[in-house]
């Protein structure tokens, strides 16, 4: 089961890299940008509750399809790249076995426990 979920998770992340291609920007604002969805773990800084909140927020691909849908519909370019960076993204991070977190600790995460505690 992990390998099927893993390939869905490859296509997804292929999936956002044919709909980047499809803007009209240069082909290394991509991998720049890539990892910006990842400064949502500064919630951590404050405390668990809130790192998991912000970091579920900004790796949730309801809201990355959403964003791009919208960016689509108002032909709003900006807003397009960003659906497709936060959905790109959390296509990534799955593939290597970064899940939605809970609010209890960091490594539980919807796909299970990271690391020694799994």
């Keep these: ?9 490859v296509a997804q992340f292929a999936l956002s ?10 082909w290394w604002v991509f991998p720049a940008f890539l990892l910006l969805p990842d400064l949502s773990m500064l919630g951590y800084l404050l405390n ?8 579920n927020l900004f790796h949730h691909k ?9 960016g689509v ?3 709003h370019s900006e807003l397009s790249f960003a659906g497709i960076i936060l ?3 959390s296509a990534m991070d799955r593939i290597f076995g970064y899940g939605l977190k809970y609010e209890d600790d960091f ?12």
């Design 107 to 118: 490594k539980h995460t919807h796909l299970g426990w990271m690391g020694k505690k799994a």
């Design 62 to 70: 309801l809201l990355a399809i959403i964003i791009l849908a919208l």
């Design 1 to 9: 089961m992990n390998t099927l979920l893993k390939a869905e998770e």
């Design 48 to 55: 668990s509750k809130v790192g998991a909140r912000l970091y």
């Design 17 to 26: 890299i044919i709909l980047f291609a499809q803007l009209d920007y240069a």
């Design 73 to 75: 519909w108002a032909n």
């Design 87 to 89: 959905f790109g993204h």
